[in-house]
C-alpha cells in the first residue's frame, strides 16, 4: 500500500510570506501528525488531527496552524515566515483510534518524507 | 513535560562492533519507546520499539532494554554493517486513553557511523 506522502518535497520562500504543505496519509489512517526537524531542536511536535478536528498541539506559535480534510488529507499552514522557521516538515500517520500501540504495530506512526522549507 | 536526553551524539565503531545508544526520560507515565532510524536525506523509520510492560525485545541484530525505575532506555546493535550508519531517535510517549493518539518526545539523535 501506499506510504505517506507529502508536497511538495522542497520549497524557498522569503521571510514575511506564507506556506501551506500537504500530507496524504496512508489509506485508512485517519490520524495525522505533524514534526518541525531542525538541526538545533531535532524532532518537534507542531499538532495532531483525526476526523477534521485538531486533536492535539505542541508549543508553538499561532503562525502554525492545520487543518484536515474528511478525506484524512491534511495541510499544515505557516504564516509570516521566519528565517527560524526554515526546517524539514514531517507530518505522520497512524490509525488514531485504539490503546497506543499495539503489539500488532497499530497505531505505530509512519513518516513521510517531509517536506523541507527553506526561508531566506 | 516530557523531556528526553539521548547519548551520545554521535558514535563511531568499526564494521563487526557492537554499538549501543542509551536515552533516558522524565515522565514516568511514559509507556511507550520507539527507535527510529533516519538515512541520510530520508525519512525517519522505525526499527524496533518497546512498552512500558517489557524490559526488553530482541529483532535479529537489534534489542532494546528499558529499565523503568531508573528511567532509561537502550538500543543495542550487534555486527554492526556500514549500512547502519544513519541517525537514530529515541523517543517516548504516554498515551492518550483510547484516542490512540501519540505525541513522540524525540531524543536530538545518534549519528552512527560504521566503517567497513
Known amino acids: 500500500k501506499a506510504g505517506v506522502t507529502q508536497t511538495p518535497r522542497y520549497l524557498i520562500k522569503t521571510r514575511g510570506q506564507q506556506v501551506t504543505l500537504s500530507c496524504s496519509p496512508i489509506?485508512?489512517?485517519?490520524?495525522v501528525s505533524w514534526y518541525q526537524q531542525t538541526p538545533g531542536q531535532g524532532l518537534q511536535f507542531l499538532f495532531e488531527?483525526?476526523?477534521?478536528?485538531?486533536?492535539n498541539k505542541g508549543n508553538f506559535p499561532g503562525r502554525f496552524s492545520g487543518r484536515q480534510f474528511s478525506n484524512s488529507r491534511s495541510e499544515m499552514n505557516v504564516s509570516t515566515l521566519e528565517l527560524g522557521d526554515s526546517a524539514l516538515y514531517l507530518c505522520?500517520?497512524?490509525?488514531?483510534?485504539?490503546?497506543?500501540?499495539?503489539?500488532?504495530?497499530?497505531?505505530?506512526?509512519?513518516f513521510g518524507a517531509g517536506s523541507r522549507l527553506t526561508v531566506l | 513535560g516530557e523531556n528526553v536526553e539521548q547519548h551520545p551524539s554521535t558514535l563511531s565503531v568499526q564494521e563487526g562492533d557492537s554499538a549501543v545508544i542509551k536515552c533516558t526520560y522524565s515522565?514516568?507515565?511514559?509507556?511507550?519507546f520507539p527507535w527510529y532510524k533516519q538515512e541520510l536525506g530520508k525519512r525517519p523509520q522505525l526499527i524496533i520499539d518497546?512498552?512500558?510492560?517489557?524490559g526488553e525485545k530482541k529483532d535479529q541484530r537489534i534489542a532494546v532494554t528499558l529499565n523503568k525505575t531508573a528511567k532509561h532506555f537502550s538500543l543495542h546493535i550487534t555486527e554492526t554493517q556500514p549500512e547502519d550508519s544513519a541517525v537514530y531517535f529515541c523517543?517516548?510517549?504516554?498515551?492518550?486513553?483510547?484516542?490512540?493518539?501519540?505525541?513522540?518526545?524525540f531524543g536530538t539523535g545518534t549519528r552512527l557511523l560504521v566503517s567497513p
Open positions: 505522520a500517520s497512524s490509525l488514531g483510534i485504539g490503546e497506543v500501540p499495539t503489539s500488532s504495530g497499530a497505531n505505530v506512526l509512519t
Open positions: 489509506s485508512g489512517h485517519r490520524s
Open positions: 488531527y483525526f476526523s477534521e478536528t485538531q486533536r
Open positions: 515522565d514516568s507515565a511514559s509507556n511507550y
Open positions: 518497546i512498552r512500558s510492560n517489557v
Open positions: 523517543a517516548a510517549s504516554r498515551g492518550q486513553g483510547d484516542t490512540g493518539f501519540q505525541k513522540l518526545v
